[in-house]
């Protein structure tokens, strides 16, 4: 297991600079045929390829009016990219689709191969972790909390696996079902917040609260339930308390319906067994109040691990680290892993707040090149 490259992207910079760093570290790790190439390659034959052009300029448009620091940092990494020797063309329109690039593959552009069955692994524990690119530490212009982030949702200068320390750890998993493409277009045009901003908007959010961690958690958590969005899914998020853990099982509305049992499930309702004295949740990509299909039991299979586990191993990041790094959990379709701690334990210990290896990459046989 090796990390993913590391950066600090200060966006008290301009985009271009603040940008730049993100766009060359991984240029360097990794030339354009082994890292943006095949992933924007395999990523246009199963969705981008249809989309319009016209509709990439009107998501570029609708994020310049809507989301403007998103528009500038899309611009400038796609110039970044364009113009680094181990670079290609990439145009900022292309990377607006990216912005959306959740929403459109809920849609009927999206091939039936984009719907994977083991997308995404999310485990809470006492005192709390999570599992789910670049590694980025994000410093906003201002007073904003220091985001650590680490996925390829990058380009779109959002996230989707990242932790504030003292607020919150979050990451988002698939969440099936359809919506219309033209009901994304018309959510983008209107300024409706894409999935992959959704907890940097949080965060920045839950920043500006007064009240302590508590309050600050709380109010991400309220910002990630209820922000509305244009296509379903879920966000695994836990907070710098002992049982601060929640599972948001969102539909674009809101939280799904009845909120207390199923949209949001927390934590410190959550005993791993009887006796044991501990919590834990698991959230793969099915509502947790089904049973998993037999052909996915990741779930299952993560919470009969932790509940043989003694409290002590399975509340701490050796257990959750355990649990997703057993198979089902861990398998063929696994990219990377995050382990991720907002609290204070983690500095006490010596480890880092997040913590993120790559594990394994498998593409589509034809993006590889023959030997």
């Not at 994304?184 to 409706?192: D, E, H, I, L, N």
């Not at 853990?245 to 067994?273: E, F, K, N, S």
Request: with cysteine; charged share 15%; net charge negative.
């Amino acid at each position: 297991m090796a990390p993913p490259p590391a950066v600090v992207v200060d966006e008290s910079l301009s985009p271009s600079v603040a940008w730049s760093a993100a766009v060359n570290a991984v240029l360097e790790a990794h030339a354009w045929d082994d890292g943006f190439g095949p992933v924007f390659a395999a990523h246009n034959r199963s969705l981008f390829d249809r989309v319009p052009d016209a509709k990439l300029r009107d998501l570029l448009a609708a994020a310049r009016k809507h989301q403007p620091r998103a528009a500038a940092a899309l611009s400038a990494i796609a110039s970044a990219i364009s113009a680094h020797p181990r670079g290609n063309y990439v145009s900022a329109e292309y990377l607006a689709g990216w912005l959306w690039f959740h929403e459109l593959a809920h849609t009927e552009l999206a091939s039936p191969e984009e719907a994977h069955q083991r997308s995404c692994c999310g485990v809470l524990v006492a005192p709390s972790s999570n599992a789910s690119g670049a590694r980025l530490t994000v410093k906003p212009n201002g007073t904003g909390p220091v985001i650590q982030a680490v996925d390829w949702y990058w380009v779109t200068s959002g996230f989707m696996t990242a932790v504030v320390p003292g607020v919150a750890s979050v990451q988002e998993n698939w969440r099936y079902g359809q919506v219309s493409s033209e009901s994304v277009f018309a959510a983008a045009a209107r300024g409706v917040t894409p999935q992959v901003l959704l907890f940097r908007e949080a965060f920045e959010a839950a920043g500006a609260q007064a009240g302590g961690a508590k309050a600050g958690y709380e109010s991400f958590i309220e910002a990630v339930a209820y922000t509305e969005l244009a296509a379903p899914m879920y966000a695994i998020a836990a907070g710098p308390g002992a049982d601060d853990g929640a599972i948001v099982t969102r539909d674009p509305a809101g939280p799904a319906l009845p909120v207390a049992t199923h949209g949001i499930a927390r934590l410190a309702d959550a005993a791993i067994g009887a006796g044991a004295g501990w919590r834990a949740l698991v959230q793969t990509n099915y509502d947790r109040w089904e049973p998993d299909p037999p052909s996915d039991p990741r779930r299952t299979a993560a919470e009969r691990l932790l509940r043989s586990m003694a409290p002590e191993v399975g509340s701490s990041s050796v257990g959750a680290f355990a649990a997703v790094s057993a198979y089902p959990v861990f398998n063929e379709d696994t990219a990377y892993t995050a382990i991720m701690c907002p609290n204070d334990a983690c500095a006490e210990a010596g480890l880092p707040n997040l913590a993120a290896f790559t594990r394994q990459v498998l593409l589509p046989p034809d993006a590889l090149p023959l030997a």
